[in-house]
């Protein structure tokens, strides 16, 4: 019998499986909907040409034993629809426009685009508070823009510009807001987790401890290859532990950069992990705006009510290579054709019009006005001074000695008042 080793594991064939022919103790119960979505291991355009289901949610025990949590079609009034359209637009129309600078040699660095992906923020993120607080990834401008950071200084900041978010020093994977509690981009994966669900428990401190009126909520996007790192699991834990004002919102996109979701992780339904920590997990097609945004309401609403994070997985689809530099030549063209066919914002349209909720001319200049929106964006950030040569030392903490060094280029510890009320150095 041949012996089992990593290297048998790469060169061996995997077999055809779906997601569901593994024995799952606790969620094989009868109440329990029958889960599917669009791309299982068996039917995944990958390996064959089957036309997969339409999606709906599925419900984890937790959220069938007594919330809303679920996904009827929402019920939109004009103007709602009107601007889930435009941040669609803005979203998507300001990355197309990354693209052209990218390749004109205006952003430096790599660039990771959302297309395709905008039903969840936009979903999400616009039934937010200003003081709600968001926590990106590096796939993170269109995030920054639903929370109302302006596409000028979204803009400014890929161009390295001092009037960009973050006065340039970040760049394309760090975008920050503290007006609008955009805590950033993230370029290590994973990494702004444990930041959010802090932010969540400031949330919780300020209301249970200090008594102030704070019922702020914290939104933390990640994709699916992150949901295999540790501080997903630590952070489900304690958001559950302490019942903290946080949704979990994984954008499975299907891939993390040539890594198929479905290759890389023991069970690839990522909602189903909330249960584990007693959590609700809900599943979503994240390309219709209006079923990730019910989930969304719901979520959002038992975070401001005090009862606790949730697990929202939305399944997307990146339209773009990983990044500008990724030729995108792993993936198989059936797969992004199927996608393709699926593009949130022109079925978001077709809805807005067969609902009469709105009319093609309506369309038409929202889309002018981004358009005229972004060009004014490109044509500030062009024009913005780069950041003065002595800002390069500023938020640097490391120096041979140890001790950072200050705004004037100096080591920290050669200030005469630097150890000034602390212990002899
Ligand atoms: C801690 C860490 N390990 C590895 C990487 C390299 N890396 C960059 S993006 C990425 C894939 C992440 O995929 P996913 O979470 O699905 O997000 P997506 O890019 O699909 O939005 C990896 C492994 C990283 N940035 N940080
Ligand atoms: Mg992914």
Same mark, same amino acid.
């Given at each position: 019998?041949?012996?089992?080793?990593?290297?048998?594991?790469?060169?061996?064939?995997?077999?055809?499986?779906?997601?569901?022919?593994?024995?799952?103790?606790?969620?094989?119960?009868?109440?329990?909907?029958?889960?599917?979505?669009?791309?299982?291991?068996?039917?995944?355009?990958?390996?064959?040409?089957?036309?997969?289901?339409?999606?709906?949610?599925?419900?984890?025990?937790?959220?069938?034993?007594?919330?809303?949590?679920?996904?009827?079609?929402?019920?939109?009034?004009?103007?709602?629809?009107?601007?889930?359209?435009?941040?669609?637009?803005?979203?998507?129309?300001?990355?197309?426009?990354?693209?052209?600078?990218?390749?004109?040699?205006?952003? &430096? @660095?790599?660039?990771?685009?959302? %297309? $395709? #992906?905008?039903?969840?923020?936009?979903?999400?993120?616009? *039934?937010? !508070?200003?003081?709600?607080?968001?926590?990106?990834?590096?796939?993170?401008?269109?995030?920054?823009?639903?929370?109302?950071?302006?596409?000028?200084?979204?803009?400014?900041?890929?161009?390295?510009?001092?009037?960009?978010?973050?006065?340039?020093?970040?760049?394309?994977?760090?975008?920050?807001?503290?007006?609008?509690?955009?805590?950033?981009?993230?370029?290590?994966?994973?990494?702004?987790?444990?930041?959010?669900?802090?932010?969540?428990?400031?949330?919780?401190?300020?209301?249970?401890?200090?008594?102030?009126?704070?019922?702020?909520?914290?939104?933390?996007? &990640? @994709?699916?290859?992150?949901?295999? %790192? $540790? #501080?997903?699991?630590?952070?489900?834990?304690?958001?559950? *532990?302490? !019942?903290?004002?946080?949704?979990?919102?994984?954008?499975?996109?299907?891939?993390?950069?040539?890594?198929?979701?479905?290759?890389?992780?023991?069970?690839?339904?990522?909602?189903?992990?909330?249960?584990?920590?007693?959590?609700?997990?809900?599943?979503?097609?994240?390309?219709?705006?209006?079923?990730?945004?019910?989930?969304?309401?719901?979520?959002?609403?038992?975070?401001?009510?005090?009862?606790?994070?949730?697990?929202?997985?939305?399944?997307?689809?990146?339209?773009?290579?990983?990044?500008?530099?990724?030729?995108?030549?792993?993936?198989?063209?059936?797969?992004?054709?199927?996608?393709?066919?699926?593009?949130?914002?022109?079925?978001?349209?077709?809805?807005?019009?067969?609902?009469?909720?709105?009319?093609?001319?309506?369309?038409?200049?929202?889309?002018?006005?981004?358009?005229?929106?972004?060009?004014?964006?490109?044509?500030?950030?062009?024009?913005?001074?780069?950041?003065?040569?002595?800002?390069?030392?500023?938020?640097?903490?490391?120096?041979?000695?140890?001790?950072?060094?200050?705004?004037?280029?100096?080591?920290?510890?050669?200030?005469?008042?630097?150890?000034?009320?602390?212990?002899?150095?």
């Amino acid at each position: 019998m041949e012996s089992f080793s990593v290297a048998n594991l790469a060169v061996v064939p995997q077999p055809a499986a779906t997601f569901f022919d593994r024995p799952c103790s606790f969620l094989t119960g009868s109440h329990l909907k029958a889960p599917f979505r669009s791309i299982t291991k068996s039917n995944s355009p990958i390996s064959s040409s089957a036309i997969p289901k339409p999606i709906r949610a599925v419900f984890s025990e937790v959220v069938a034993a007594g919330s809303n949590l679920g996904c009827q079609q929402e019920m939109i009034t004009r103007e709602e629809g009107l601007i889930i359209y435009e941040d669609m637009i803005l979203g998507r129309t300001f990355e197309d426009m990354c693209a052209q600078m990218y390749y004109r040699g205006k952003m &430096f @660095g790599f660039v990771h685009l959302y %297309n $395709g #992906q905008e039903a969840v923020s936009t979903g999400f993120i616009k *039934l937010l !508070k200003q003081q709600d607080c968001v926590v990106s990834t590096y796939r993170d401008h269109v995030h920054a823009l639903s929370k109302g950071v302006t596409a000028r200084s979204v803009m400014a900041e890929l161009f390295g510009k001092a009037t960009g978010c973050c006065r340039g020093q970040g760049g394309s994977m760090h975008m920050f807001s503290k007006e609008f509690n955009m805590l950033g981009g993230f370029a290590f994966i994973g990494e702004g987790i444990p930041v959010a669900t802090g932010a969540a428990f400031t949330s919780k401190y300020k209301r249970e401890v200090l008594k102030e009126p704070c019922d702020d909520v914290t939104l933390a996007f &990640f @994709g699916d290859g992150t949901c295999n %790192n $540790g #501080q997903f699991f630590e952070c489900l834990n304690m958001a559950v *532990l302490w !019942k903290l004002p946080i949704v979990f919102v994984v954008e499975n996109n299907l891939w993390a950069i040539g890594m198929s979701h479905l290759r890389s992780t023991s069970d690839p339904e990522i909602w189903k992990k909330g249960a584990a920590f007693g959590m609700p997990g809900v599943h979503v097609d994240g390309m219709d705006v209006l079923k990730v945004r019910e989930v969304a309401k719901e979520a959002i609403s038992r975070a401001r009510r005090g009862d606790g994070p949730t697990l929202v997985e939305c399944e997307t689809y990146r339209f773009r290579g990983h990044s500008l530099a990724d030729p995108d030549e792993l993936r198989n063209p059936d797969e992004k054709a199927h996608y393709a066919a699926r593009d949130p914002i022109v079925a978001f349209k077709k809805y807005l019009i067969e609902k009469n909720l709105a009319k093609e001319s309506d369309l038409k200049s929202i889309e002018k006005k981004i358009d005229e929106l972004i060009d004014d964006a490109v044509e500030f950030a062009e024009a913005s001074p780069v950041p003065p040569r002595s800002q390069l030392l500023e938020n640097v903490f490391a120096d041979p000695k140890g001790f950072g060094i200050g705004p004037d280029g100096k080591y920290r510890c050669e200030d005469p008042g630097f150890t000034q009320g602390t212990a002899q150095v």
